[in-house]
């Protein structure tokens, strides 16, 4: 219950008595200052609940899962340069629906690029818990990720090698 001062009467167990609390300001209305306080300091590196250990949503992930996603999102950078050097030297775009970006503008593609990769990224880290078809943990998929912009990679310089 709440009165108009703002504190919140609750129904306390000292003596049968009502217990008062101090309102303070909701959390949830600063967004940003909670989100970078929370990045900056994160307490969540468990599930609160018995229920949550097969599903937790954290705030806190090692230091292998970010250097994996940086690594990612460093490595599409230098896929989307490869990729525009490579069409210079006249190879043509393997993958339809970056097609329909590449051949147009080239920053419209770096930036389409950019955000799908980081917005796969995002949502793989932040469900880096969950068991994906009950086999693995997405934060391995991850892993796999960055290992085929490795081999990607590997292998848009051997085919620019040829070419020069």
């Known amino acids: ?26 959390r949830r209305a600063r967004l940003w200052h909670s989100l970078l306080l929370g990045g900056m300091n994160p307490r969540r590196r468990t599930g609160r609940r018995a229920g949550d250990l097969h599903r937790p949503i954290v705030d806190w992930h090692g230091p292998w899962l970010f250097a994996s996603s940086t690594l990612i999102l460093l490595l599409c950078a230098a896929d989307a340069f490869l990729t ?14 970056m097609a329909l970006y590449v051949y147009g503008d080239a920053q419209r593609f770096a930036i389409v690029k950019l ?15 969950f068991r994906i078809f009950r086999v693995m943990r997405a934060q391995v998929l991850v892993h796999v990720v960055l290992a085929a912009y490795l081999v990607l990679i590997a292998y848009e310089l051997k085919l620019l090698e040829r070419l020069a």
């Open 1 to 26: 219950m709440t009165d108009t001062s703002g504190a919140t009467a609750v129904a306390g167990a000292h003596a049968g008595g009502l217990e008062r609390r101090r309102a303070r300001t909701d």
């Open 84 to 97: 525009l050097r490579l069409l210079a030297g006249g190879a043509i775009e393997a993958n339809p629906f």
């Open 115 to 129: 955000a799908m990769t980081g917005a796969g990224v995002l949502t793989l880290v932040s469900l880096a818990r």
